[in-house]
């Protein structure tokens, strides 16, 4: 079934656009100028994705989240704001918004965000704690890189999954024992002792001998020019072997959110009661 996305902002102009765009990829989609006419709208249909413009006459969309959020019959309705005020983030963030979108965007950029966004709301669903008797699933995040670290939990918050981050392999070992994750995800290149090592470690113990550990490998693309960033590349490819041969379950490649939800949704959905 084709989703629906109403898509609300006071530029006409952006309006044909974005309805234009989203309908070649066969998306549903209602448009609405301002707040005001969006909680009509929503008054008798429930798309499955909203488009927010902020600064809007009659009713803007700081004023409509929050009236959006009041009601049991919208709140679940993710929100994806479109801003071209940076300054604006902040205050939705702080509300819980789904996304940003900064004007100007590519079409690609618009795509990849509703795209994700979708997966967020399925894996969301599918992993559900009522599903698992209440409990919520637990991911252990392993890696040097705090900035991924950081955006793994946002990701794992977003789908209701309870999350523990440590940046070393000699404190993964020990968080473990105590956490017990449902899965675990692990960079390939550690700073303190190998990746393989902490795998082999883990595999020992009982609760986590058939966890899924999923390797991944994170370095920034525009510093591809620096020597050093160019040999941890070419280690890249040693490291992940050596994980799978000492018991990880799959190497995913350089990180990215998309990734990280798509496993988590793969390797976790089996075990829904």
Request: proline share 4%; aromatic share 6%.
């Given at each position: 079934m084709?989703?629906?996305?109403?898509?609300?902002?006071d530029d006409q102009e952006i309006?044909d656009?974005?309805?234009?765009?989203?309908?070649k990829?066969?998306f549903n989609?209602?448009?609405?100028h301002?707040g005001?006419?969006?909680?009509?709208?929503?008054?008798?249909?429930?798309?499955?994705?909203?488009l927010?413009?902020?600064?809007m006459?009659e009713?803007?969309?700081?004023?409509?989240?929050?009236?959006l959020?009041?009601?049991?019959?919208?709140?679940?309705?993710?929100?994806l704001?479109i801003?071209?005020?940076?300054k604006?983030?902040?205050?939705?963030?702080?509300?819980?918004?789904?996304?940003?979108?900064?004007?100007?965007f590519?079409p690609?950029?618009?795509?990849?965000t509703?795209?994700?966004t979708?997966?967020?709301?399925?894996?969301k669903?599918?992993?559900?704690?009522?599903n698992f008797h209440?409990?919520?699933k637990?991911?252990?995040?392993?890696?040097?890189?705090?900035?991924?670290?950081n955006?793994?939990g946002?990701q794992a918050?977003?789908i209701?999954c309870?999350?523990?981050k440590v940046d070393?392999?000699?404190?993964?070992?020990?968080?473990?024992?105590k956490?017990l994750?449902?899965?675990?995800?692990?960079?390939v290149?550690?700073?303190?002792?190998?990746?393989?090592e902490?795998?082999n470690?883990l595999r020992?113990?009982?609760?986590?001998?058939?966890?899924?550990?999923?390797?991944?490998?994170?370095?920034?693309?525009?510093?591809?020019?620096?020597?050093?960033?160019?040999?941890?590349?070419l280690n890249?490819?040693e490291?992940?072997?050596?994980i799978?041969?000492t018991g990880?379950t799959?190497y995913?490649?350089?990180?990215?959110?998309?990734?990280?939800?798509?496993?988590?949704t793969?390797y976790?959905?089996?075990?829904?009661?």
């Amino acid at each position: 079934m084709n989703k629906n996305i109403l898509v609300v902002d006071d530029d006409q102009e952006i309006l044909d656009m974005t309805k234009s765009l989203l309908g070649k990829r066969d998306f549903n989609v209602a448009t609405a100028h301002n707040g005001k006419d969006a909680l009509k709208i929503l008054e008798t249909e429930r798309p499955d994705l909203i488009l927010l413009d902020v600064l809007m006459p009659e009713m803007d969309g700081y004023t409509f989240y929050k009236e959006l959020k009041k009601s049991e019959l919208t709140n679940e309705i993710p929100v994806l704001v479109i801003t071209g005020r940076g300054k604006m983030e902040d205050s939705f963030k702080v509300l819980g918004v789904d996304g940003f979108i900064t004007k100007p965007f590519l079409p690609e950029q618009l795509l990849n965000t509703i795209k994700h966004t979708f997966e967020i709301t399925a894996a969301k669903n599918i992993l559900d704690p009522n599903n698992f008797h209440g409990n919520k699933k637990r991911i252990l995040v392993i890696g040097p890189h705090k900035i991924i670290l950081n955006s793994m939990g946002i990701q794992a918050e977003k789908i209701g999954c309870e999350i523990t981050k440590v940046d070393s392999g000699a404190e993964a070992i020990a968080t473990a024992v105590k956490f017990l994750p449902d899965i675990i995800f692990l960079d390939v290149q550690l700073n303190d002792i190998s990746a393989a090592e902490v795998v082999n470690v883990l595999r020992r113990i009982p609760y986590l001998e058939s966890k899924p550990i999923i390797g991944y490998s994170y370095y920034e693309t525009a510093d591809l020019a620096q020597l050093e960033i160019r040999r941890k590349m070419l280690n890249i490819e040693e490291a992940s072997q050596r994980i799978m041969e000492t018991g990880a379950t799959v190497y995913m490649g350089r990180y990215n959110p998309h990734l990280f939800i798509t496993h988590i949704t793969k390797y976790l959905k089996s075990q829904k009661k």
